[in-house]
């Protein structure tokens, strides 16, 4: 089946095809689409006349490379691929996290000069520990998300499938279906679902269980539920830790610490800090977590209601980190600004996200007051899904579907 192009991640990627002193390393939760994307460059070589002999290609979650477990194996494995080979060689490994000890071999054939090396893992631990002391500066990170809104009605389109000339209705879709690829091929919401919980606990099993000891499961499904629901709230673990505490003592505070960084850590949900903007600093504590895909709300939530609020802003949190924006939550004297993007030429945008402005008076000011106590000359939008736009104090109302299905930037 011919792959769908991921242009966002592999825009940023292109000019690093041939690069052989810096390990391209792909990471996102599992299932986000890694595998098509290193197959996708893989494509694109053979296109561009790369001879198929120069590319090593190990998927080492496939038959034939499971019990390839240690660097010796993996190093033996490599240099009996690569042999008779001339010139440079282009080598893939797919979740190379199954490997002990995998980061010497990687950084021996880097230092050779022959291989342009590309890795991907379904979590942080990848870029933790080993790699980062021995690899720092000889390696670059390419994050990739589930399909953003964007991409879902593109990809959708690209299999002709059914899509909704409504952006409304495909909103509606997206919101129920989540954005992981493979969950567009089944044609009943029952099986998308069971197909993400299936993910969930499979992410349980492989990228948390086998690196932090859950000594209390439920205490942590309790936790991840609760984080989950509470998407897009702001949080601290005081808050959370009195929550779960209510009807006894269920965690304690290092072990409830512990757990939310496995969960950031497995790439299920996503921290984002909050941007103090009269001080000019991060504030210590209190942030927000997003999900690493919608299809994980439903997952852990009997309630089938739909809270457009929360969920409105992790589509945009989403959309925005896809295109490498930094984002924060904002702070400003007692009012609260969603985000605050800080793109890679530090240019700043600030954004507040509602499901509508125009139900009051009393609504619209709400949105808009945050934005107007900012005294810079930075863009600031109102992101809602209203067709009818107002216009107020220079800042720039934009429907929230149409600005993300246009692919424009901030």
Do not use: W
Request: charged share 30%; net charge positive.
């Amino acid at each position: 089946m011919k792959l769908y192009k991921r242009e966002k991640y592999l825009s940023k990627i292109r000019s690093f095809y041939s690069v052989p002193d810096l390990i391209k390393v792909i990471t996102g939760i599992r299932r986000s689409g890694k595998s098509s994307i290193l197959e996708t460059i893989k494509d694109e070589l053979l296109d561009n006349g790369i001879k198929e002999s120069h590319i090593i290609y190990l998927d080492l979650d496939k038959r034939g490379y499971r019990n390839i477990k240690t660097a010796d194996q993996l190093d033996k494995l490599i240099e009996d691929l690569s042999k008779n080979i001339k010139g440079l060689k282009y080598l893939f490994i797919d979740e190379i996290q199954n490997v002990e000890g995998f980061e010497e071999v990687i950084n021996g054939y880097r230092t050779d000069g022959d291989y342009s090396i590309f890795i991907t893992g379904s979590n942080s631990y990848l870029l933790s520990g080993e790699l980062v002391t021995k690899l720092t500066g000889r390696y670059i990170e390419f994050e990739i998300f589930t399909l953003t809104l964007d991409e879902y009605i593109d990809m959708k389109k690209f299999y002709k499938l059914k899509v909704d000339t409504n952006l409304n209705k495909e909103l509606e879709k997206y919101i129920n279906e989540g954005g992981f690829p493979r969950t567009i091929f089944f044609s009943g919401l029952n099986e998308k679902r069971k197909y993400v919980t299936d993910l969930v606990n499979e992410i349980f099993k492989k990228d948390i269980k086998n690196r932090v000891i859950i000594r209390n499961v439920s205490s942590f499904n309790l936790l991840r539920d609760y984080l989950i629901n509470n998407s897009g709230s702001i949080a601290s673990e005081n808050n959370i830790f009195r929550e779960l505490n209510k009807n006894g003592n269920v965690i304690s505070r290092s072990v409830l610490s512990r757990y939310i960084r496995a969960l950031v850590n497995a790439k299920i949900l996503y921290e984002c800090n909050r941007f103090d903007m009269k001080s000019k600093r991060m504030l210590a504590g209190e942030k927000k977590y997003y999900l690493a895909d919608l299809g994980l709300t439903f997952v852990t939530n009997p309630d089938s209601r739909i809270h457009y609020g929360p969920i409105l802003e992790n589509i945009v949190y989403a959309y925005a980190r896809s295109y490498d924006y930094h984002v924060s939550v904002g702070r400003i004297g007692k009012l609260e600004c969603d985000f605050i993007l800080k793109d890679n030429n530090l240019n700043y945008s600030y954004l507040q996200v509602a499901y509508t402005i125009l139900e009051s008076k009393k609504t619209e000011d709400r949105e808009y007051a945050p934005l107007e106590q900012i005294k810079d000359n930075y863009p600031k939008y109102v992101l809602t899904t209203d067709t009818l736009l107002q216009k107020r104090n220079g800042i720039l109302h934009h429907n929230l579907l149409e600005f993300i299905h246009d692919k424009k930037r901030f």
